[in-house]
């Protein structure tokens, strides 16, 4: 027997290999990368990091800044500091935030820009009062703030601009939807001679609940993500919102197979997959990720929801690192603090660290 042709048969299909992965590789059709994390605000004492944690928010944004392969974009979903600014009309907190994640988008050692896309929370719209109250007119500085958000928001609804939107990115197996909600959305009404500032705390408007609905209906997206700030199911029982909406919520991304939901608001990470054995009715198995700790005062909760039982909370500042690649979704978090460093807290596959160490 000749030993020699198996040998030639193993060199030409390792060079066959190489041929097709360095020209995938060159194709412009690979998987992409995005990054989520929230609540950077600070503990409103007096010091650098009162009304922002720039101490942890500055680390994890390094470690973003780090990886490698770099991502696409950044979601951050709010809570951005304790305060839009000092007083009525003034956003001075607000820009600093912007500030301080200016290196993922301008830094000029990195081939490409890291897009920025941010999700409005609670404190966005707090008043320079402690305890604080919402304020209409801070939602629309915060909508002057991030004028450069997608204009995406729901048709023949203006008000919405920002703040709820919608973006697609990748291509083939990679081409995904994002949509991004108000779990905070603030108006006004006509009361006799005065003007009045009206909110839905902690849930989502029929409007946006209707305008989602159509975009997952008609996607042809391969992979679907939703954001808001508020999650659908906390971890606390006693957690302030409005269930009615977040249940509808949950209903149409488990009509359509969103493939998962990233919130925050509560100060810790926890990572749960919805399905039959949570509510009967659920039909796909939902993933919901809250990484609400990029620096935030960690969460005092006394009870935990009897209705879900699966709990994995971990109280680490966090961040959330996803690969998409084809038709998996491979999603890695990372839990930690400036001084002890950032290690693997929660992953939904068996790989190599994503947090940079």
Aim: glycine share 8%; charged share 25%; aromatic share 12%.
């Amino acid at each position: 027997m000749n030993q020699r042709k198996p040998i030639k048969i193993l060199a030409s299909l390792i060079v066959a290999a190489l041929f097709w992965a360095t020209l995938l590789a060159g194709s412009g059709l690979a998987d992409f990368r995005f990054v989520f994390l929230a609540d950077s605000r600070g503990d409103y004492k007096e010091g650098p990091n009162g009304m922002i944690n720039e101490t942890e928010l500055k680390a994890i944004r390094d470690k973003i800044v780090a990886l490698n392969p770099q991502p696409d974009f950044v979601v951050f979903g709010g809570d951005m500091a304790s305060r839009i600014g000092n007083a009525e009309g003034d956003d001075t907190f607000l820009r600093r935030w912007v500030e301080v994640m200016s290196p993922l988008t301008t830094n000029p050692t990195r081939p490409d820009e890291i897009q920025l896309y941010v999700v409005k929370g609670n404190h966005e719209i707090y008043d320079e009062a402690k305890p604080p109250d919402y304020r209409h007119s801070n939602q629309v500085l915060y909508q002057q703030v991030f004028k450069d958000m997608p204009d995406t928001y729901p048709p023949g609804h203006p008000n919405y601009a920002k703040l709820a939107y919608y973006f697609e990115y990748g291509e083939g197996q990679e081409k995904s939807l994002f949509v991004v909600l108000d779990s905070y959305y603030m108006w006004q009404v006509k009361d006799k001679k005065k003007t009045v500032d009206k909110i839905l705390e902690g849930g989502i408007t029929d409007t946006q609940l209707n305008w989602l609905d159509g975009l997952l209906k008609n996607t042809d997206a391969v992979h679907k993500f939703v954001f808001s700030h508020m999650p659908v199911f906390p971890v606390s029982s006693t957690l302030k919102r409005d269930k009615k909406s977040l249940e509808a919520l949950w209903k149409n991304m488990d009509l359509y197979k969103v493939a998962m939901f990233f919130c925050g608001h509560e100060h810790l990470y926890d990572k749960m997959i919805l399905d039959g054995s949570v509510d009967k009715d659920m039909k796909n198995a939902v993933v919901q990720v809250i990484a609400g700790d990029a620096g935030a005062p960690f969460s005092k909760y006394t009870s935990v929801d009897p209705a879900v039982t699966r709990w994995t909370v971990t109280k680490k500042n966090n961040y959330v690192v996803v690969d998409v690649k084809g038709a998996a979704i491979i999603y890695e978090a990372c839990g930690g603090a400036k001084a002890q460093g950032y290690t693997r807290i929660d992953s939904g596959v068996v790989g190599n660290s994503c947090c940079g160490n």
